[in-house]
């Protein structure tokens, strides 16, 4: 459930995320507009700049799934998770309309942060992560 959730991340960030009168921008769009202007500045800057490498820990995500190593997946599930509702909430604040690719992003990341925690939750003799020592 983690990795379809980072899948879908992966896919709602290149979707349009929000509107800005005729233009609409990607989640990638966003970050680079808000990054070229300094309109975030601090922790969040370096947040903001890091959201290309989130995607990418999205698709490393399906990879690990499908080598067997879920507990891994599932840590960086919840980065992704957490990483995508941070900027969705930073772009619902902004005055900015929210598009379809915020949307399909979050419900991602709900998906990836609960297959993650049912994955971490699961006691040791029910998963079968090559992780797990034997």
């Known amino acids: 459930m983690a990795a379809a959730g980072c899948a879908v991340v992966a896919l709602g960030s290149v979707l ?16 680079r507009v808000a990054a070229r202007l300094d309109l975030v500045e601090g922790t969040p800057a370096v947040l903001v700049r890091a959201w ?8 490393v995500v399906v990879g690990l799934v ?5 507990r891994w997946a599932a840590v960086l599930a919840m980065v992704v998770g957490v990483s995508t509702l941070g900027l969705a909430f930073a772009v619902k604040r902004s005055p900015l309309e929210a598009d379809v690719g915020l949307a399909l992003s979050v419900l991602g ?15 040791p003799g029910r998963t079968h992560d090559r992780d797990r020592p034997t």
């Open 109 to 123: 990341a709900i998906v990836a942060l609960s297959g993650a925690a049912g994955t971490l939750t699961l006691s």
């Open 16 to 31: 349009p995320w929000a509107t800005s009168g005729a233009r609409t921008r990607s989640s990638h769009e966003l970050v």
């Open 52 to 59: 290309h490498f989130v995607v990418l820990a999205a698709v």
């Open 66 to 70: 499908l080598a067997r190593r879920l």
